[in-house]
């Protein structure tokens, strides 16, 4: 679970109205986000990363690696993201993957890991309990394939 519906929901995005997406990172690049931000990245945003980078479709924007790699100063660096959101309380377990544009942050929980080593994606604001969170998804790729059936629906 999780890699392959990432690979459909990608598919799916990229064919979405207003997609834009990479460069892909290479493994270089993601070995220093993970050591950059001290998490290890679930597999299903794993593969996102070495297939797309980050991305937008849709109106929406999801936050990955771009080619800077750790030093990008701004959105759609998951670096730059997670960073800024550390210095307002972010808890070190989540990495922000997407900003909806509320006071909230859709977030990777590698706190809360499953069998498969994949991370929930769930929804934190600032001051929130970490342990009573809203799940969005089980995993990256069944965040991302909900996402892009939305937008092609």
Known sequence: MGVDEMKRGLQLAQRAEYADFGP????????EAEEYLAVKFPPSYREFLSAAGCGSFAG?????????????TAIPSVTFATNDQRRH????????????????EYVLDTGDLGPDGEAPVKVWTPGSD????????????TYLLAAAEKASS
């Open 130 to 141: 970490p342990s009573d969170l809203e799940v969005l998804a089980h995993d990256f790729g």
């Open 89 to 104: 309380g972010l808890p070190r377990q989540f990495i922000v993957v997407e900003d909806p544009g509320t006071e909230e």
């Open 24 to 31: 892909a990172a290479s493994p270089k690049l993601i070995s």
């Open 60 to 72: 929406r924007e999801i936050f990955g690696i771009v080619p800077d790699g750790v030093a990008a």
